[in-house]
């Protein structure tokens, strides 16, 4: 049975050292954490972001799409903060 690259801890060692050489080394053990997972995906977490790009970019060529200050003025609204001045 073959392991998952995410789930192999000398994967995540030799990641940590990789990390540790190009000067990440203020990186907090939950953001190394999270920055090994996004950069090894489960087999079963590729198919499904593939296809979210892909629905992604059909909502953009059939238009459904808004300006990105428009959606995070309203989630700002929704959150309570600030407007950006």
Do not use: C, Y
């Amino acid at each position: 049975m073959a392991t998952d690259r995410r789930d192999d801890i000398h994967a995540f060692r030799a990641f940590i050292d990789e990390q540790l050489g190009n000067g990440l080394a203020t990186l907090t053990p939950a953001k190394a954490l999270e920055l090994g997972e996004i950069q090894n995906p489960s087999e079963g977490e590729e198919p499904e972001t593939v296809e979210a790009i892909r629905r992604g970019l059909a909502d953009v060529e059939a238009g459904r799409v808004r300006p990105a200050r428009e959606a995070l003025a309203e989630l700002r609204r929704k959150s309570n903060l600030p407007e950006l001045s």
